[in-house]
């Protein structure tokens, strides 16, 4: 069984420029997440889809941030325009459908860098 | 609001020894999960364990025992006689039951565990 592939694996982008985060969950996973770790602090909760209906946003930091998941398949999470601030590495997460117990399956993650 | 605190950022150690790894977390939800991932150096989060906060017990897997003790709030995990491949950033993370499912995990800064040979 394939994990969840996120692409890139890295990118170096300037400042107000654009970046597209791209993540294909485990196939058949109806939950996707997305967190992101800015150096140094923890882990963050993004967002949260059930299929392609956004299920929790309460943690996108601001409206620079727009996460689709279109289909209910892959997701992705674009970021425009870029600020410093927004450097980091991001994760994306899938895990079983309707079973809110169910362990969470990272991906490799995007190391973002903003000059 | 939940607060999951590893207070070791870093534990170095020499192969064949144990070693602990603290969790300490804050949460006013009845009835939660506790989670340990590991991050090797090749980037990805590998899930450990899930510990439901109704189950007290002790859990082991080969070389890793988690120890849950709700009366102190702590979650920690203990690695037996360590290996240089245990070498990693170790997460702690909390996530409600909520009814709905709809959470995000809470997790900790990690602890990076350097196994020296």
């Known amino acids: 069984e394939a994990g969840v592939t996120q692409f890139p694996s890295h990118s170096v982008i300037e400042k107000g420029q654009t970046v597209t985060l791209r993540c294909d969950p485990i196939s058949g996973h109806d939950n996707l997440y997305w967190y992101r770790r800015v150096m140094g602090k923890e882990i963050k909760f993004l967002l949260h889809f059930v299929k392609e209906s956004k299920q929790d946003e309460s943690g996108m930091p601001n409206n620079r941030f727009l996460a689709e998941r279109t289909g209910g398949t892959y997701s992705t999470l674009k970021v425009q325009p870029a600020e410093l601030e927004d450097s980091g590495v991001y994760f994306c997460?899938?895990?079983?459908?309707?079973?809110?117990?169910?362990?969470?399956?990272f991906g490799n993650g995007t190391r973002l860098t903003v000059t | 609001a939940q607060k999951v605190t590893q207070a070791q950022t870093e534990i170095s150690v020499v192969e064949k020894e144990d070693v602990t790894l603290d969790c300490v977390y804050e949460?006013?939800?009845?009835?939660?999960?506790l989670f340990w991932y590991k991050q090797p150096p090749s980037g990805e989060l590998v899930f450990l364990i899930r510990r439901n906060s109704f189950d007290e017990q002790n859990e082991i897997s080969g070389r890793y025992s988690w120890n849950f003790q709700k009366s102190t709030s702590s979650f920690n995990f203990t690695i037996t006689a360590s290996q240089v491949v245990d070498s990693a950033v170790y997460f702690c993370?909390?996530?409600?039951?909520?009814?709905?499912?709809?959470?995000?995990?809470?997790f900790g800064k990690g602890t990076h565990l350097i196994i020296q040979p």
């Open positions: 993370a909390l996530r409600p039951v909520a009814g709905g499912g709809a959470d995000g995990l809470t």
């Open positions: 949460t006013r939800d009845t009835t939660y999960y």
């Open positions: 997460a899938s895990s079983e459908p309707g079973r809110h117990n169910s362990p969470l399956h």
